[in-house]
């Protein structure tokens, strides 16, 4: 499990359940490393600030974390976080390498909210 604030996704039946119970989900899956790090603060600080959005991790290396690691919308992806946007259980948007608060709500704003 990572070691931050968010909302965890364990397995790939907590992914489906999380994006079919939410209309709005933004998933982080990553490492507990220098790029993914950032987006999980920022993430933190959004969840403060945006009640449409459920914020959550998922770890990068387990097995479970294929939903998003073979997504299309992940194949072209070198870098970690892969971050995942869903709106009404769809992915809308997925971004991949380090970003920031401004980046992720400019995200939220025009793809989810």
């Given at each position: 499990m990572l070691h931050t604030n968010l909302k965890h996704v364990l397995s790939a039946d907590d992914h489906k359940k999380l994006i079919e119970e939410n209309e709005n989900v933004m998933i982080c899956c990553g490492r507990m490393g220098p790029m993914c790090i950032?987006?999980?603060?920022a993430m933190s600080e959004l969840e403060n600030e945006v009640d449409q959005v459920?914020?959550?991790?998922?770890?990068?290396?387990?097995?479970?974390?294929?939903?998003?690691r073979?997504?299309?919308?992940?194949?072209?992806?070198?870098?970690?976080?892969f971050t995942v946007y869903y709106k009404n259980g769809e992915?809308?948007?997925?971004t991949s390498s380090i970003q920031n608060k401004d980046q992720i709500k400019s995200i939220i704003e025009e793809k989810l909210v």
């Open positions: 950032p987006v999980y603060a459920v914020f959550a991790d998922m770890e990068f290396d387990i097995p479970d974390a294929a939903v998003i073979d997504a299309p919308e992940c194949s072209s992806f070198m870098g970690l976080p992915l809308v948007h997925a």
